[in-house]
T-cell receptor, first 113, second 116 residues
Framework: AQSVTQPDIHITVSEGASLELRCNYS??????LFWYVQSPGQGLQLLLK??????LVQGIKGFEAEFKRSQSSFNLRKPSVHWSDAAEYFC???????????FGAGTTVTVRA | GAVVSQHPSWVICKSGTSVKIECRSL??????MFWYRQFPKQSLMLMAT?????????EQGVEKDKFLINHASLTLSTLTVTSAHPEDSSFYIC????????????FGPGTRLTVT
């Protein structure tokens, strides 16, 4: 079965600074990888996804992620964060044809002025 | 883009009563939907897979008699929390894959259940 680890529970970053959120997955084959963002009390919004091809994936809101098979990682980055980026970020992995997603524990991002 | 709605967005019920949560795919049909549970400051835990026209499949440790799932149509799945207890208080989120593709899975906004 697949699993996801997000090592950082909470990250604080200054507005305008860069942000990187770590995600490591465990799966025997090439997984489907996702990053979602959740604002307080809200559902999930897909930021980006990776299935195959170019290992650097561009998403919405200026986010990008890079798939590194050798490191089993799919880290999320943003060059310059905005106060509105404060939220909970979840990495997820899916595999096979059953559409099930396994989520990491999430990383809370706080943006300071 | 595709939209998944949930109703209600917030519900308070008394201990011992049952509460029903609806999940609808508004502009696409979904033969499969998923129900997740999220505790405060925690990740989403998959509870069950809702299958149109057949029984739901539950993840290990989830009580099927406690959390009744009915996939009434290609656009509607319901989760009924029976004989609710305060420990059932949580944020419940549904999702549906568009066109049967994991790459196009859309999430509802969630339902906050508080059991008093």
């Amino acid at each position: 079965a697949q699993s996801v680890t997000q090592p950082d529970i909470h990250i604080t970053v200054s507005e305008g600074a860069s942000l990187e959120l770590r995600c490591n997955y465990s799966y025997g084959a090439t997984p489907y990888l996702f990053w979602y963002v959740q604002s307080p009390g809200q559902g999930l919004q897909l930021l980006l996804k990776y299935f195959s091809g170019d290992t650097l994936v561009q998403g919405i809101k200026g986010f990008e992620a890079e798939f590194k098979r050798s490191q089993s990682s799919f880290n999320l980055r943003k060059p310059s964060v905005h106060w509105s980026d404060a939220a909970e970020y979840f990495c997820a992995v899916g595999a096979g044809d059953d559409y099930k997603l396994s989520f990491g524990a999430g990383t809370t991002v706080t943006v300071r002025a | 883009g595709a939209v998944v709605s949930q109703h209600p967005s917030w519900v308070i019920c008394k201990s011992g009563t049952s509460v029903k949560i609806e999940c609808r795919s508004l502009d696409f049909q979904a033969t499969t939907m998923f129900w997740y549970r999220q505790f405060p400051k925690q990740s989403l835990m998959l509870m069950a897979t809702s299958n149109e026209g057949s029984k739901a499949t539950y993840e290990q440790g989830v009580e099927k008699d406690k959390f009744l799932i009915n996939h009434a149509s290609l656009t509607l799945s319901t989760l009924t929390v029976t004989s609710a207890h305060p420990e059932d208080s949580s944020f419940y989120i549904c999702s549906a894959p568009h066109s049967g593709r994991i790459s196009e899975q859309y999430f509802g906004p969630g339902t906050r259940l508080t059991v008093t």
